[in-house]
């Protein structure tokens, strides 16, 4: 298991560069665009690069923060309680959204491979969406993986409570 999310590990630290590279060329892309509308030359495709790297930077930084516990969560009442129905409670929520997210991964791949069998491609420059669609996808599945690792940590957790 430990080999697994050590893969796992990497795959975050590599998405998470895929996704900095990608909110930095949305941000150069955006001031050169916004500088060449200045002087009357806009970036022909500008839109749809930078939804495109919108989707991009989601996908690829889920499973990091994930990682770093940097979702918002509202715990108001859920501190009240004990520390191990606090965990139970963590793993209910967790196991939902595992369900939630695996749904979602596939869903996203069997899309990705319709989108490749279709050919489709972007309005104005052409672009073979399905690849953007198997990136998402794959850093949907990163994600995944990441909840089942945050589940099999606190079934650990849980378990060292109650022998105490």
């Known amino acids: 298991m430990n080999v697994l999310f050590k893969t ?8 998470k560069g895929v996704g900095a590279a990608a909110i930095t060329a949305m941000m ?8 060449g509308r200045f002087f009357k030359h806009p970036i022909f495709g500008s839109g749809e690069l930078v939804a495109f790297l919108a989707a991009i930077i989601v996908a690829t930084a889920l499973p990091y923060t994930h990682k770093m516990d940097g979702h918002v969560g509202v715990e108001i009442l859920v501190r009240l309680l004990s520390k191990k129905k606090q965990i139970i409670i963590e793993i209910i929520t967790q196991a939902l959204s595992l369900a939630l997210f695996s749904l979602i991964t596939w869903q996203m791949f069997l899309y990705a491979q319709e ?9 104005n420059l052409q672009f073979q969406i399905h690849y953007i669609a198997y990136l998402i996808a794959f850093g949907l599945l990163v994600f995944s993986i990441s909840i089942l690792e945050t589940i099999f940590k606190n079934l650990q957790h849980l378990r060292e409570l109650e022998k105490k």
């Open 28 to 35: 150069v892309l955006t001031v050169v665009d916004v500088t």
């Open 8 to 15: 796992l590990d990497r795959f975050s630290g590599f998405l």
């Open 115 to 123: 989108l490749k069998k279709t050919g489709e491609v972007s309005m």
